[in-house]
Structure formats: structure tokens, C-alpha cells
T-cell receptor
């Protein structure tokens, strides 16, 4: 079945460092891909998305490119801030699924220190 | 303000005592879902609804019920909660299948 694998955390960085969170997926066809962010004590918020191969999603300085050849959707940010400390989830929407089901990875906790 | 609300935010209960977690959205969305979040497992879908009176099972439906009598509301019912249902629960909605989902703030449930 469809699945998402993302790197385990926690990832600890200093402010202004470069952040990469790896995400790979297994799915049939061309699923839509998403990154969600969860700040402490809050629900998930959509960070960015891509719906077809080679699409680049971007938001708030974060970017991710849909790579069909490597089945990956890695999240990157060039210069992180303390306010980026959160848990990040990679997710896909299977083509074959009914409803609006999302399949999530396990989440990666990111801690940015001043 | 567009939002998904859930109540209660925190709940501690005992095994076997029926409970309901409410979910409401003010965006006139067709699709609604319930997920549970457990450490290392990400979020897993429990049930979803595509419209009023249309619901179906997600990946982990055992021990849960839902109903969709009104478009804006999608309550999650645990008829006889057990300790393995201790988790963080999220309700989500979207305008249609292709659109991104909006998530509620979560309900942390502890079953003793």
C-alpha cells in the first residue's frame, strides 16, 4: 500500500542554519504531496504542496520539489529561525483512495536554538 | 475566521464510559475526517465523510463511530473506550477531495 517515510528526529539546529528533512514515498501513479507543520499545542497547518512531478511547492522560505524519479519530496529552508521549531509531517494523497484521506509520515521534530 | 473547532480539548476518562468528541467547521466544506496521532506513527485516518449522511471507514476505524447529520458537524463517538484509544485526535475538513485539509486544534484523550 501507499506509505511515507521521513527522517526521524529530533533535528537540532542553530539559528540561520540550513534545514533539510528527507521524505520518500511509495505510491501508485502520481499522488499529490504535502508538507504540514505542527507548532507546539496546535493542530496541523498546510505548509506547501505539489501535485505533479517536478512541481516545486514553496511557502515561508520553505521549499520542496516533487521528484518522481527518486519518489522524494524533501523539505528545505536556507536559514531557519527559532520560530521554525515544530514537528513537520510529509504526507501524500493516494490517487486511488476515496474521500480525502492523507497518508502521513511519522513526523520530524525540529528544534532551532538561538 | 475560517476554522475547525473541536471539543473538548482535553479529556480523561475510564474504560467503558461512552464519550463524544465534537467537531465543527464554518467553511461549508464537503469533506471531513478524523485522525489519531500516535508517536512515531504520524496521523492515521479513522473515518471520513464526503457529505451529509455519507461516511466511510479509514485505516483504523475499530472502536469508533461517526455521524454526519449536518454539513458543519462530524462528531466522533467512542461507545466503550479502552486504554489503547489513548491518543491525540484531530478533525479535518476540505472543500473537496483535491483541496488541502484544514485541521482542528486537537483533542488529547486519556483512557484509564
Amino acid at each position: 500500500g501507499d506509505s511515507v517515510t521521513q527522517m526521524e528526529g529530533p533535528v537540532t539546529l542553530s539559528e540561520e542554519a540550513f534545514l533539510t528533512i528527507n521524505c520518500t514515498y511509495t505510491a501508485t501513479g502520481y499522488p499529490s504531496l504535502f508538507w504540514y507543520v505542527q507548532y507546539p499545542g496546535e493542530g496541523l497547518q498546510l505548509l506547501l504542496k505539489a501535485t505533479k512531478a517536478d512541481d516545486k511547492g514553496s511557502n515561508k522560505g520553505f521549499e520542496a520539489t516533487y521528484r518522481k524519479e527518486t519518489t522524494s519530496f524533501h523539505l528545505e529552508k536556507g536559514s531557519v529561525q527559532v520560530s521554525d521549531s515544530a514537528v513537520y509531517f510529509c504526507a501524500l494523497r493516494p490517487l486511488s483512495a476515496a474521500g480525502n484521506k492523507l497518508t502521513f509520515g511519522g513526523g520530524t521534530r525540529v528544534l532551532v536554538k538561538p | 475566521e475560517a476554522q475547525v473547532t473541536q471539543n473538548p480539548r482535553y479529556l480523561i476518562t475510564v474504560t467503558g464510559k461512552k464519550l463524544t468528541v465534537t467537531c465543527s467547521q464554518n467553511m461549508n466544506h464537503e469533506y471531513m475526517s478524523w485522525y489519531r496521532q500516535d508517536p512515531g506513527l504520524g496521523l492515521r485516518q479513522i473515518y471520513y465523510s464526503m457529505n451529509v449522511e455519507v461516511t466511510d471507514k479509514g485505516d483504523v476505524p475499530e472502536g469508533y463511530k461517526v455521524s454526519r447529520k449536518e454539513k458543519r458537524n462530524f462528531p466522533l463517538i467512542l461507545e466503550s473506550p479502552s486504554p489503547n484509544q489513548t491518543s491525540l485526535y484531530f478533525c479535518a475538513s476540505s472543500a473537496d477531495r483535491a483541496q488541502a485539509q484544514y485541521f482542528g486544534p486537537g483533542t488529547r484523550l486519556t483512557v484509564l
